[in-house]
């Protein structure tokens, strides 16, 4: 069975395939082919262009001795077919290749109007007269070349030179004109000569679209192209100056051979095919998720009251009698959920408790000096005898103790926490970790948190499957790599199995350094390629 990874099949052309085969023993190899850097094949197209310049012809009999015939413009076409051979390393940007086209027809007309004497009668009668020129010539090129890759599926640019040997040319000239008719007559030109060389230069675009298997260790891929070619002239032949510019469209089929690497799993005898189930699910109240839940009220917290000094209070002086006794005007303070104790230093006098409300500061008659007055005093007037009003009565400057309640936050408050947001985790996702140095296989404090989701959702849903791919940067042998790849995966499956996760679920594999997601060539894409990739599946 081979296949290309999923990934490469959605995103990108195609380099790797996976074959897999199980052995005699039971155990399983998996053979991963990757694309080489070498590729040969043979390409096929057509041409079409135009002709500028002048080529000249000679003019048929009986008219010959008029001189020549100038045409200077043009058009052509031809096809062509050869081989071609391609350097491209995997994952790098530029590339060389060598085309050869050993067959290489071109094929060029054009054509003027020119006077001409006719014999009408016995009488020569001057008489307008088309002349073309058809010349045929076939060509070996040569054309080396350089690839540019623009991303990673497949376009790129190409450019290069070209060396055309003459192998063969012919021309032909005919004349059309009316006489008692129309009359058309064309003759093979003897004259004719083309250049034996050309040289010139060409640029273009490709796209590789297909990459498919052939056997073990091959495969191919098409490549159609177009390029856009010009060069020095045809021919000079009888003075003239005739040139083309030309468009080449083609398609290139190209086989390379596979670098191939191959991995054991050994067989697992306590594996247990999974349970089917079938079940049918009504969505009534939306989806449930139990790693979230609902914010719990904050408690309110305990204020114990104590006496420090509080801001001090601007109190409006408002002399009654004598310079040393003044009276307070009412002042609303406001407590929040809180007892005010004030002391009693004088038996007799109760104590009181008021709840949280605004507390009204009535007129207070005190006998002392006025100073800053830091604690609000509940009064009223002096209790009558029965009455059962309390208050406070003729306070002397002895009882008068100013106090400030003081407010402790940290007596029976329940502790705030904040819940960290879980993942979100669902069929499909694909979650990357990444790894300090080149060796390492310890799990990251990161990946451990989502690994933990992870297995929450796998106990969730019994279906669901995960694949785990373990993948290095390029520094190392292939079998170090190897080996470091698949201890990264192996490792991840064993903190699942640690979990409660059962081993049948997990499907672990190593991909060495041959899915780079940046070029290697610097510390910032190694570390990007140092990874391993968590996918979540479904069984079917």
Not at 6 to 29: C, G, H, K, S
Not at 127 to 138: A, K, V
Not at 409 to 427: D, F, H, R, S, Y
Request: proline share 6%.
């Amino acid at each position: 069975m081979s296949f290309a990874p999923q990934e490469a099949r959605a995103q990108r052309l195609a380099t790797e395939f996976r074959d897999i085969q199980v052995l005699p023993n039971l155990d399983t190899l998996v053979r991963y082919r990757r694309g080489g850097d070498w590729w040969f094949g043979g390409m096929v197209g057509g041409i079409g262009g135009l002709y500028f310049g002048t080529i000249n012809v000679n003019r048929l009999a009986p008219d010959e001795n008029r001189g020549i015939v100038s045409i200077s413009s043009g058009d052509g076409n031809g096809y062509y077919t050869g081989l071609m051979s391609e350097y491209m390393p995997v994952g790098k940007k530029f590339g060389v290749s060598l085309k050869v086209a050993l067959f290489d027809k071109r094929i060029g007309s054009g054509f003027s109007e020119v006077i001409s004497g006719v014999t009408i009668n016995k009488r020569e009668v001057d008489s307008l007269h088309r002349y073309s020129s058809i010349t045929s010539n076939y060509y070996i090129s040569i054309s080396p070349e350089v690839r540019y890759n623009l991303n990673d599926k497949g376009l790129h640019l190409m450019g290069g030179l070209d060396a055309e040997i003459l192998a063969a040319a012919r021309a032909s000239t005919v004349r059309e004109f009316d006489n008692i008719g129309h009359i058309t007559e064309q003759r093979v030109d003897p004259s004719y000569e083309a250049s034996p060389f050309r040289f010139g230069a060409h640029v273009g675009v490709g796209l590789d679209i297909v990459s498919a298997t052939l056997s073990s260790g091959m495969r191919f891929r098409l490549c159609p192209y177009i390029t856009l070619n010009s060069g020095t002239v045809t021919t000079t032949n009888l003075g003239s100056s005739w040139n083309t510019v030309f468009a080449r469209f083609g398609i290139a089929v190209k086989f390379g051979f596979d670098a191939i690497t191959d991995t054991i799993r050994k067989y697992d005898s306590s594996f247990v095919e999974p349970p089917h189930y079938l079940a049918t699910i009504q969505w009534n109240k939306g989806i449930s998720i139990p790693s979230y839940r609902t914010a719990e009220r904050l408690a309110v917290a305990d204020l114990s009251l104590s006496a420090v000094e509080a801001p001090s209070v601007d109190i409006t002086k408002e002399t009654i009698g004598p310079a040393d006794e003044t009276k307070t005007p009412t002042t609303d303070v406001t407590i929040a959920e809180a007892d005010v104790k004030i002391p009693d230093s004088k038996p007799g006098v109760p104590e009181i408790k008021t709840p949280t409300t605004d507390i009204k500061v009535a007129e207070a008659e005190v006998k002392t000096p006025i100073q800053d007055i830091k604690t609000p005093i509940t009064s009223g007037t002096t209790p009558q005898e029965g009455t059962g009003t309390q208050g406070i009565a003729a306070i002397t400057p002895d009882e008068v103790r100013p106090s400030t309640p003081s407010i402790s936050t940290n007596e029976g408050v329940k502790p705030i926490t904040t819940e960290k947001k879980a993942p979100t985790i669902k069929v499909g996702d694909k979650k990357s970790f990444y790894f300090t140095t080149t060796k390492s296989i310890n799990l990251s404090p990161e990946s451990k948190e989502y690994y933990d989701a992870l297995v929450n959702y796998l106990k969730l849903n019994p279906r669901a499957i995960v694949y785990i791919v373990g993948h290095t940067d390029n520094q190392g042998t292939d079998e170090e790599l190897q080996k470091i790849s698949d201890d990264r995966a192996l490792q991840v499956r064993g903190y699942f199995e640690r979990k409660g996760i059962p081993r049948r679920r997990l499907f672990p594999s190593g991909k060495s350094s041959q899915e780079p997601v940046k070029p290697n060539t610097t510390e910032a894409g190694r570390r990007e390629n140092r990874r391993v990739e968590i996918t979540i599946g479904n069984s079917r």
